[in-house]
Nanobody
Framework: QVQLVESGGGLVQAGGSLSVSCKAS???????????MGWYRQAPGKQRELVAT???????NYADSVKGRFTISRDNAKNTVNLQMNSLKPEDTAVYYC?????????WGQGTQVTVSS
């Protein structure tokens, strides 16, 4: 079992930048077995959707809607994953959730709000 705590986010004007970070904690066994980490988002009235993921080895995957604007990075020594968001658009407004995949379960953070004003 792991716990994920997000930080960052907030309010920004369209075209601006924000970053969100997530730190994982748990037993050494759980941390060692943590696979891909990532960010998902959920806008009001919509389903949760993938934003970006990164494997322990650094292989990344992005939603088409954020390619070229968002960058995901991971520090395995610190058990953190970061999402740098540039050229933000109003449609990026959502609650952003950190996620970690373990062999049997996917864990989620509590979410952090990102609001982009037009």
């Amino acid at each position: 079992q792991v716990q994920l705590v997000e930080s960052g986010g907030g309010l920004v004007q369209a075209g601006g930048s924000l970053s969100v970070s997530c730190k994982a904690s748990g037993s050494p066994f759980s941390i060692m077995n943590m696979g891909a980490m990532g960010w998902y988002r959920q806008a009001p009235g919509k389903q949760r959707e993938l934003v970006a993921t990164i494997t322990r080895g650094g292989i990344t995957n992005y939603a088409d809607s954020v390619k070229g604007r968002f960058t995901i990075s991971r520090d395995n020594a610190k058990n953190t994953v970061n999402l740098q968001m540039n050229s933000l658009k109003p449609e990026d407004t959502a609650v952003y959730y950190c996620s970690a995949q373990l062999p049997r379960d996917r864990y989620w953070g509590q979410g952090t709000q990102v609001t982009v004003s037009s």
